[in-house]
């Protein structure tokens, strides 16, 4: 449960980007399929970022729980998933 908050609370400043990656490729019509593969591309590159930089410094209290990078940014996509799915589906609907 401890590991499940940390990683949740990684993901809290993602949140915001994620939702507006949503609202702007869902209003050039881009299909659901299509953004979460960039979605996936993106999760790839902030993986590459926080390996490449500083970010380290920021994966250290998840490392200290036992959480493996591809463990933590596998269930980061997941999570997204879970929210930007139903998310879309209901965008959908309007635009």
Known sequence: MQQLSSILMFYRPLVLWSFLINIILSFFKVEIITILITKLFLIGFLWYITNETNGKQKLL???????????????????????????LIILREFV
């Open 61 to 87: 209290f998840c490392k200290n729980l036992g959480i493996s990078t591809l463990k933590l940014f596998s269930l980061l996509y997941l999570i997204d998933l879970l929210l930007s799915i139903p998310f």
